[in-house]
Structures are given as C-alpha cells and as structure tokens.
C-alpha cells in the first residue's frame, strides 16, 4: 500500500514537472508572446531570460524533491506509527544524528539555491557596454520612448479591438491586449540598455521573453539592459498596479536585422510614417523567405 503511494506521487511529480520545465520546442506561434494553457515561461530569447529559465528549472526540480519527501514521511509516520499499528510509542525525545541531519542538509539545499541565484543577480546588474540606449517613461496609461543618442521618439498606445480586427482583415494576426501601435524596434543580437521612469506614479517595463523587469519610478532613473538574439515581435505588460488602465498600456518590442534598423531609424527621423513602411516591408519579406524554405523542405 505504502510503495504503491510513493509511486503514485512520484509519478504525479514526474508529470508535473514534464508540463512546467520551459519547452525549448514549443510552437513559435507563441514566441513572445503567451500561449494558450502554458504552464511554464515563454521561450527564452537573450542570454538572462535563459539564466532565468535555468535557474527556474532547478527550483522546481528542488521543490518537487523536497515535497515528495515529506510527504513519504508523513505518509510512513500515519500508517507505521498509529495508536492501532504501534500501541507502545517510543520515548526517544534526543538523537545527535537526526538533529545534524536535519540541520546540515537544509543549509546545503540552501547552498544550491543560493549559489546560482546570486550569479543570476550578479549577471542581470553586470552591464555589458551598450550598442543601444533606449528610454522608457511610463505614463498613465501608455509608454513613451526615446532614442537619445539618435534623437527620436514617439509614444506608444495599445491597440484596441477594433484595430486589431482591422489587422486580421488585412493579414496581419495581432495579439489583444499586447499589440501597440508603435513599437520600440532594435536590432538583433545588440546589447540595449534601457532607462526606465514614469511621469506620474510607478509603472513597470516588463518583457518576459527577454527575462526584463522593472520599476518605472517617478523622479527616479532605473536601468537594465537585454540582448535579444531572436528577430521577432516579444511583448509585456506593465506590471506595477498603476490606476484603471493598467492592463491596457502592453509594451511591444520588435527585434529586426540590423539593415532594417538602420532604415527604421533614418526613416522615424524624416517621417515616421515610412518607417512602419519599413517594418511592413521588413515583415513581407522574412515571410516570403520562410514560405520559400518551406517549399524548399
Ligand atoms: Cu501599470
């Protein structure tokens, strides 16, 4: 009876564990963005979400030990050790061993925690010099961007319903809640420092497949920095309670070939309205190129 309950708790927390562990290999559809019935973290697309996902993995790996353990403990003390199957309790109140056990192993479960931990820290505030500098200043309920170093910006509001039905007549698939009209676009493989604040109360720039997170602060400048190396559209919320439109100001960030950076950005400085010509163009032909790779497979 005992040993079939163990396996059948060893096998609940296999199956957990198989549905939670981020999938390298799941559908792209998703990419960036979240899926339908996901249970783990979107795919990781620079080297800190990675750390992030790694780092996720192993706790869950820990955790699922650590409950499977107590479990078989208090499973073995309740059948073993009832009024009924042991009517004669033992009177043992110390034993050396048992309580240098019991002290030793959680600190170093603690250690294994711990150690990765801080090289995550460690790596998410060791800023590698920029390529890119861009300023984000959230305000309620939309987010502002700058390039300083290149002299443009724009604002960025989320698209609604009717936008996004207008999209799909014309091809474009765009997801609700998270697709904005005017996305901050960097190029591939390029380290991007991004400055944070807000303008009013405290807001929070959030890309989870880039594994970036943080406080919009007003009056106060924060920093942190992503190298994508995926091209692709990722998005976020804002993720700090910020008033009634808090769910409605996503953050959008298109990752594009240096090229079509280049191009962007020249274009964002003479008339913005090229430049979505840039990107649209930009997306044609990326999806010319996988067609033609498919066709080829
Ligand atoms: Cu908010």
């Not at 981020?22 to 750390?51: C, H, K, M, Y």
């Not at 009013?200 to 720039?205: A, F, M, P």
């Not at 970036?212 to 919320?237: C, H, L, M, N």
């Not at 008033?243 to 409605?248: E, K, L, S, V």
């Amino acid at each position: 009876m005992l040993r079939k309950l163990i396996r059948l708790a060893g096998f609940a927390a296999i199956v957990t564990m198989q549905c939670t562990v981020a999938d390298p290999s799941r559908a792209l559809a998703g990419e960036g963005q979240p899926d339908n019935w996901q249970l783990g973290f979107q795919n990781a697309v620079t080297p800190i979400a990675r750390q992030i996902n790694d780092f996720h993995n192993l706790l869950l790996v820990i955790t699922i030990a650590i409950v499977i353990f107590v479990t078989a403990l208090l499973l073995i003390v309740m059948i073993r050790f009832n009024s009924k199957a042991n009517p004669t309790p033992s009177r043992t109140s110390h034993h050396t061993i048992i309580e240098v056990v019991w002290t030793v192993v959680p600190i170093l479960i603690l250690l294994v925690i711990a150690l990765p931990s801080w090289r995550l820290l460690k790596a998410q505030y060791t800023f590698p010099p920029a390529d890119l500098v861009v300023k984000a200043t959230g305000y309620q309920w939309h987010w502002e961007y700058e390039y300083p170093d290149n002299n443009v910006s724009f604002e960025s509001y989320m698209l609604d319903d009717a936008d996004i039905e207008q999209a799909r007549k014309q091809g474009r698939d765009l997801p609700r809640l998270l697709a904005v009209d005017n996305q901050v676009v960097v190029p591939v493989n390029k380290v991007v420092h991004v400055l944070v604040t807000a303008n009013d109360v405290i807001h929070n720039w959030t890309i989870p497949a880039f594994g970036s997170k943080i406080d919009a602060v007003p009056g106060r400048i924060s920093r942190t920095w992503f190298k994508a190396e995926k091209i692709g559209t990722y998005y976020g919320q804002c993720s700090e309670l910020c008033g009634i439109r808090h769910a409605f100001m996503p953050i959008a960030v298109k990752v594009v070939a240096e090229p079509v950076y280049k191009s962007w950005l020249s274009a964002m400085r003479e008339n913005p309205k090229k430049a979505k010509e840039v990107l649209s163009r930009a997306d044609l032909e990326s999806q010319m190129r996988a067609e033609r790779l498919a066709t080829l497979k």
